[in-house]
Nanobody, 117 residues
């Protein structure tokens, strides 16, 4: 069973940076696409960034040029580097893994990101 554990959230001022990390365990990392979603209060969960098992990246328009997703097979980790943070980026951020073979999706418990002065 895949388990995902996020870390790296916190409080940051507008214009600042945060680095979120997602530790993957329980299966073969290379056989899963990885993604980051976020959910702000009163809003639906939305896709922020994704990276396939072949390292193809995609981003929501709202974060293009500011956020970068990466994956590291050596330590089974997915990273979301967030720069130039804005108050609108405040949300709970969730790590997601999706099996290339079965399509089964897995979720982490979420980490809070708050952008405020």
């Amino acid at each position: 069973q895949v388990q995902l554990v996020e870390s790296g959230g916190g409080l940051v001022q507008p214009g600042g940076s945060l680095r979120l990390s997602c530790a993957f365990s329980g299966s073969i990392f290379s056989f899963h696409a990885m993604a980051w979603y976020r959910q702000a209060p009163g809003r639906q969960r939305e896709l922020v960034a994704g990276i396939t098992s072949g390292n193809d990246e995609s981003y929501a328009d709202s974060v293009k040029g500011r956020f970068a997703i990466s994956r590291h097979t050596a330590n089974y980790t997915a990273i979301l580097q967030m720069n130039k943070l804005e108050s609108e980026d405040t949300a709970v951020y969730y790590c997601n893994a999706k099996s290339d073979y079965s399509g089964t999706e897995y979720w982490g418990q979420g980490t809070q990101v708050t952008v405020s002065s």
